[in-house]
């Protein structure tokens, strides 16, 4: 009697220990099924990039500068440290080959597919708050006096003492959009999203007490802040503009790291009071 009724048992367990551990659904297997489940959201991404080229194309706000106010506008007008078309490799396909390399790991097309979502989501609503409020606010960029008056030749109404430009359109129209930062803006959201992926991959905030983990995912915001800080020296941002464009993508990336990937950010959290020992088998859940 013992015998037959351990049997169940025994095979049970042999039949857990066959099982696949962490065993997740592929592209091949899932990944139509995914993308088409969540249809409206990408549809959603293709009208956040319709208003933001909409909100790139029109005409800023003209805020009034006046010729006492050239002392802080003649900086030199200088090329960008970091170029336009780096900002979506650092903020989005950097970190979208990370993404890809996990999925190489653990074969999780949920995973892949939530974390792309995720980032686009992230840098896209950023890229829409940052210049609807660059058209509004309309400020004028550190280097100002040089897009104006490329001859260095200043021309100011008699009346108002405002300036009349007569620099370059396009350079002018790109002199009004200085707050808030859009370079550093769009690396937050990016880079803040993936600073959250990984906490959660490398399981950051567990109680094992390894430093080394928080070095890992504060590299990210490092390097968001040295585009940060390129965008002061090169005299494009004034520095409440790179302060301002930073808060708006790291608060972006928060909802988009939460709604769609909350359980990576907070897995081993909710872990915290009840299991100390993780298998490295699925340490990248």
Same mark, same amino acid.
């Given at each position: 009697?013992? /015998?037959?009724?351990?049997?169940?048992?025994?095979?049970?367990a042999?039949? /857990?220990?066959?099982?696949? !551990?962490?065993?997740?659904?592929?592209?091949?297997?899932?990944g139509r099924?995914?993308?088409?489940?969540?249809?409206?959201?990408?549809?959603?991404?293709?009208?956040?990039v !319709?208003?933001?080229?909409?909100?790139?194309?029109?005409?800023p706000?003209h805020?009034?500068?006046?010729?006492?106010?050239?002392?802080d506008?003649?900086?030199?007008?200088?090329?960008?440290t970091?170029?336009v078309w780096a900002?979506?490799?650092?903020?989005?396909?950097?970190?979208v080959?990370?993404?890809?390399?996990?999925?190489i790991?653990?074969r999780?097309?949920?995973?892949?597919?939530h974390?792309?979502?995720?980032?686009?989501?992230?840098?896209?609503?950023?890229?829409?708050?940052t210049?609807?409020?660059?058209d509004?606010?309309g400020?004028?960029?550190?280097?100002?006096?040089?897009r104006?008056?490329?001859?260095?030749?200043?021309?100011?109404?008699?009346?108002t003492?405002?300036?009349?430009?007569h620099?370059?359109?396009?350079?002018?129209k790109?002199g009004?959009?200085?707050?808030?930062?859009?370079h550093?803006?769009?690396?937050?959201?990016?880079?803040?999203?993936?600073?959250w992926y990984?906490?959660?991959?490398?399981?950051?905030?567990?109680?094992?007490g390894?430093?080394?983990?928080?070095?890992?995912?504060?590299?990210?915001?490092?390097?968001a802040?040295?585009?940060a800080?390129?965008?002061v020296?090169?005299?494009?941002h004034?520095?409440?503009?790179?302060?301002?464009g930073?808060?708006?993508?790291?608060?972006?990336?928060?909802?988009?790291s939460?709604?769609?990937?909350?359980?990576a950010?907070?897995?081993?959290?909710?872990?915290?009071?009840?299991?100390?020992?993780?298998?490295?088998?699925?340490?990248?859940?």
């Open positions: 009697m013992e /015998a037959s009724s351990s049997a169940p048992g025994c095979m049970h042999a039949a /857990a220990a066959a099982a696949p !551990a962490c065993a997740f659904p592929t592209i091949r297997s899932h099924r995914v993308a088409r489940s969540h249809a409206y959201d990408w549809l959603a991404l293709l009208v956040l !319709a208003v933001d080229g909409l909100l790139n194309a029109i005409e706000f805020r009034f500068v006046g010729a006492g106010m050239m002392a506008l003649r900086y030199p007008l200088k090329h960008n970091v170029p900002v979506p490799i650092i903020a989005v396909i950097g970190p080959i990370i993404f890809t390399v996990v999925y790991r653990r999780n097309v949920y995973d892949l597919h974390a792309v979502l995720g980032i686009l989501f992230s840098v896209l609503i950023t890229g829409v708050l210049d609807a409020i660059k509004a606010v400020r004028p960029r550190p280097d100002f006096f040089w104006c008056f490329p001859d260095g030749i200043a021309v100011f109404d008699n009346v003492t405002g300036v009349i430009c620099g370059d359109a396009g350079v002018i790109e009004y959009k200085s707050f808030p930062s859009g550093t803006s769009w690396s937050f959201a990016g880079l803040g999203f993936l600073s990984l906490a959660g991959k490398i399981t950051a905030f567990d109680r094992r390894h430093v080394a983990k928080l070095c890992i995912v504060l590299l990210p915001l490092l390097l802040a040295m585009v800080i390129s965008r020296d090169d005299y494009w004034h520095w409440q503009d790179v302060f301002t930073g808060v708006i993508g790291t608060t972006s990336s928060l909802p988009a939460w709604k769609l990937h909350r359980t950010i907070l897995n081993h959290l909710v872990e915290f009071v009840a299991a100390d020992d993780l298998s490295p088998s699925c340490m990248f859940v």
